[in-house]
């Protein structure tokens, strides 16, 4: 397991080598230059070139590089052009918040679409495996975005329950997490839905019921826990997209967490923040795949590891 480990972790290396390269060529062809920005259309020349120069954007290409690079190296991301505070402190504040986010929507989607799975297998050809896989289909269906906006009208607007965004107690919690976790509901019921019938119709399963033991008892203690074993590797990587992926939603309700961070930064031309944002997102990915194999072969004894 530890050889393993080193191995994924060695690897992860030259990956996020190339994405660094990546992530500094593509910002830097982002039309726009962020001195003329941050002073302004009326800014004289000589003010725009002394800002630039103070930012390092009056230097080659391939020598601010080798200055981000080395400045990565010892985990300094720079400061932003912006706020001039440092990138890593503005990354970690926004990184917690778009977490909490994360866990909240991932959490009742998790367990919500393993019930509505477990259900529809169970009574399956019936109308709870019907309806439980119309509302799959339809979560999976639905543009997250779209969504979002019928529950601020319903909650916000007409109802006046729930705040429109922002981070007011946990009620603001609410409408985001619900909109970020509505895809995966339909994914994670679906797929607990078909690994749940695939091992009942294993030899041990029926050897199970011919013992006698209650229907209940084998579906909870034995199909399900293998059923759910393969819903680890998929959850850890719907994990990764959603962290990534709730730039949408965080516009949407004015959740202040690193999907606001990255769109502020990319208007406003901040590419400290960008390449900041950016490679965390790569990184947070690499890290939960990693997790998410290590705990698959600690629940899977028969899976081996070279």
Request: proline share 4%; hydrophobic share 50%; glycine share 8%.
């Given at each position: 397991m530890i050889r393993y480990m080193v191995k994924r972790i060695t690897g992860m290396i030259p990956m996020l080598f190339i994405v660094s390269v990546i992530i500094f060529l593509f910002i830097h062809v982002i039309p726009g230059d962020p001195a003329r920005i941050a002073l302004g259309a009326d800014a004289t020349g000589e003010a725009v070139a002394n800002l630039?120069?103070?930012?390092?954007?009056?230097?080659?290409?391939?020598?601010q590089y080798v200055t981000y690079i080395k400045n990565l190296l010892r985990g300094d991301f720079g400061?932003?052009?912006?706020?001039?505070?440092?990138?890593?402190?503005?990354?970690?504040?926004?990184?917690?918040?778009?977490?909490?986010?994360?866990?909240?929507?991932?959490?009742?989607?998790?367990i919500?679409?393993?019930?509505?799975?477990?259900?529809?297998?169970?009574?399956?050809?019936?109308?709870?495996?019907y309806v439980g896989m119309s509302i799959s289909i339809v979560g999976l269906s639905m543009p997250e975005f779209w969504f979002g906006f019928l529950l601020i009208d319903l909650f916000?607007?007409?109802l006046g329950w729930l705040p429109t965004g922002g981070t007011e107690g946990w009620g603001s919690l609410i409408m985001p997490s619900l909109t970020l976790g509505i895809g995966v509901l339909g994914l994670f019921a679906r797929f607990?839905?078909?690994?749940?019938?695939?091992?009942?119709?294993?030899d041990y399963i029926r050897t199970a019921k011919a013992k006698g033991v209650s229907?209940?008892?084998?579906?909870?203690?034995?199909?399900?826990?293998?059923?759910?074993?393969?819903?680890?590797?998929?959850?850890?990587?719907?994990?990764?997209?959603?962290?990534?992926?709730?730039?949408?939603?965080?516009?949407v309700f004015s959740w202040p967490g690193m999907g606001v961070l990255l769109v502020d930064a990319v208007k406003f031309r901040d590419f400290p923040v960008i390449q900041g944002s950016m490679f965390l997102f790569t990184l947070e990915f690499l890290v939960i795949t990693l997790i998410v194999d290590l705990l698959y072969a600690l629940l899977n004894p028969q899976m081996r590891i070279d």
């Open positions: 630039r120069t103070s930012m390092g954007l009056d230097q080659p290409l391939f020598q400061n932003s052009f912006k706020s001039h505070e440092p990138v890593s402190k503005i990354l970690w504040e926004k990184f917690l918040l778009t977490l909490e986010l994360t866990l909240w929507g991932m959490g009742w989607s998790l919500v679409g393993i019930l509505m799975g477990v259900i529809a297998a169970v009574r399956r050809n019936r109308w709870p495996d916000s607007i007409k607990t839905r078909t690994s749940l019938l695939e091992v009942m119709k294993e229907k209940q008892l084998v579906i909870l203690k034995h199909a399900l826990r293998n059923a759910l074993i393969p819903l680890v590797t998929m959850s850890g990587i719907q994990f990764g997209f959603m962290l990534s992926g709730a730039v949408v939603i965080e516009v």
